[in-house]
């Protein structure tokens, strides 16, 4: 089923940073790996996964509210990716690992990149959407 994403918000637990979202990242998961090549392995090299994977960073871009100090490196708190009524919210911890102003331009808003490190286990929530 495909839906759009409107209503996306995202929620930081503690600092309660607020921002009007323009677009959110990816959000997720990725599998590590254990070298096991050696010097008699023959034709690829071979693996093994992982016990732990990395839950990657999420970036968002933002309407610049000059008004909000970010600090950077923020502390590590709760953060929900909520993708609206329809899409599947997710809860994991981060810290706000970067802010960036992408500069400005007679008659266009001024945006920002905010950057998030993602820790922790991701944890998908169900919901009931509509």
Same mark, same amino acid.
């Given at each position: 089923m495909a839906f759009d994403g409107q209503g996306s918000t995202v929620t930081f637990g503690t600092s309660g940073y607020s921002f009007n979202i323009i677009s959110i990242g990816e959000v997720g998961k990725e599998g590590e790996e254990i070298d096991t090549t050696h010097l008699g392995? %023959? =034709? #690829?090299?071979?693996?093994? &996964?992982?016990?732990?994977y990395d839950p990657g960073e999420t970036t968002l871009t933002v309407e610049h509210d000059p008004t909000v100090n970010v600090i950077v490196p923020g502390v590590v %708190?709760?953060?929900? =990716?909520?993708? $609206?009524?329809?899409?599947? &919210?997710?809860?994991?911890? $981060?810290?706000?690992?970067? =802010?960036?102003?992408?500069?400005?331009?007679?008659?266009?808003?001024?945006? #920002?990149?905010?950057?998030?490190?993602n820790t922790g286990e991701l944890n998908q929530i169900t919901t009931t959407g509509a």
């Open positions: 392995t %023959e =034709y #690829a090299k071979t693996n093994i &996964p992982a016990d732990l %708190e709760t953060v929900n =990716y909520d993708f $609206g009524a329809q899409g599947l &919210p997710v809860l994991l911890s $981060g810290w706000i690992k970067g =802010y960036k102003v992408n500069g400005a331009e007679t008659g266009q808003r001024v945006t #920002a990149t905010l950057t998030v490190r």
